[in-house]
């Protein structure tokens, strides 16, 4: 078994045993194997991260039969066609995030993600819902960063898919992309009693955790999450009233935050958004339409 924490750990470049079970195979996107099941648990962002993540599983002898996507975003279901192709394998996803794969209009106004190349997802998607997993293996609920987004508890392996993001990836991005922060949050809290005692935490993005310091980085998050919405209600109490757009630009030069190009802002404005959303539904503030303007009226802090 590996040492714990895998900070130093190489990306694509071969299968970390976790158990007599389930294995790791490191990268962009962190994609996991359920040896006994033949299960492969998302595909990475493209046909190369999937075609080196099946090499390394076939030399492990493992036969891929299921690919189970935890959510729809092109890092986790790009080499769903060539895993596909490659083993015949089925995929499957909860019926939100299959809704959201097959109808990519939808998906990229909701979280304006990298769409899909209209007509690229070839294979049929079963509803996760419909399958039956042997004892050991329990999927859970992390809705928040996406709509209907998944994980999986394994023996001791708990994988939280975009869950949490690690310390690096607060440090670079300091409002973590989240389509409803609120349900994150809870989902956040949830998980530091899923994850305790067990040996490994495998979040999508960055290096294999122990509970303890998975446990730390979660805390982290959900610091950032009541941070980012304590200094956006801070800006909002300056004024009774703003119009929409000027909000969301005050917030981002508040937080430093610099837009590289138009995908970014929309991301960035996206990820505000939801903080939005979040204090519309506590009637902090409430949203119109006046004129022509989209305008925030504050009213109560």
Same mark, same amino acid.
């Given at each position: ?45 493209? @046909? ?16 891929? +039969? ?115 922060? @609120? ?5 956040? &809290? @949830? ?37 980012? &919405? ?27 935050? &610099? ?28 949203? +119109? ?13």
């Amino acid at each position: 078994m590996p040492e714990l924490p895998l900070a130093k750990q190489e990306l694509n470049t071969m299968l970390i045993k976790l158990s007599d079970d389930a294995y790791l195979f490191p990268g962009r996107t962190n994609i996991m194997f359920i040896k006994s099941q033949g299960i492969m648990i998302d595909t990475g962002i493209s @046909e190369d991260a999937s075609r080196k993540a099946l090499r390394e599983a076939i030399s492990e002898n493992i036969d891929v +039969k299921l690919v189970i996507n935890t959510h729809h975003h092109i890092d986790h279901v790009g080499g769903n066609s060539y895993v596909v192709k490659k083993t015949n394998a089925t995929v499957a996803m909860n019926k939100i995030e299959k809704f959201l794969l097959q109808n990519t209009l939808i998906s990229s106004l909701l979280d304006l993600g990298y769409p899909l190349v209209e007509g690229s997802i070839t294979y049929s998607v079963e509803n996760l819902e419909d399958i039956d997993f042997a004892d050991g293996i329990k999927v859970i609920n992390l809705s928040g960063h996406s709509p209907g987004m998944i994980g999986f508890i394994h023996d001791d392996v708990v994988f939280t898919s975009d869950l949490f993001f690690s310390t690096d990836v607060l440090s670079k991005y300091v409002i973590p992309f989240h389509i409803d922060v @609120e349900k994150t949050l809870m989902k956040l &809290k @949830e998980a530091k009693s899923i994850i305790r005692d067990k040996l490994y935490v495998v979040p999508s993005h960055g290096p294999v955790m122990n509970s303890s310091l998975a446990d730390d980085v979660i805390e982290a998050n959900i610091s950032r999450i009541l941070f980012v &919405k304590s200094k956006i209600t801070e800006i909002l109490a300056m004024r009774p009233t703003w119009t929409y757009e000027e909000l969301i630009r005050l917030i981002m030069d508040s937080f430093g935050i &610099k837009q590289e190009n138009g995908r970014q802002f929309l991301l960035n404005r996206r990820a505000i958004e939801s903080y939005l959303g979040w204090l519309q539904r506590e009637d902090a503030i409430s949203i +119109k339409i006046e004129g022509s303007n989209l305008v925030v009226n504050v009213n109560k802090l």
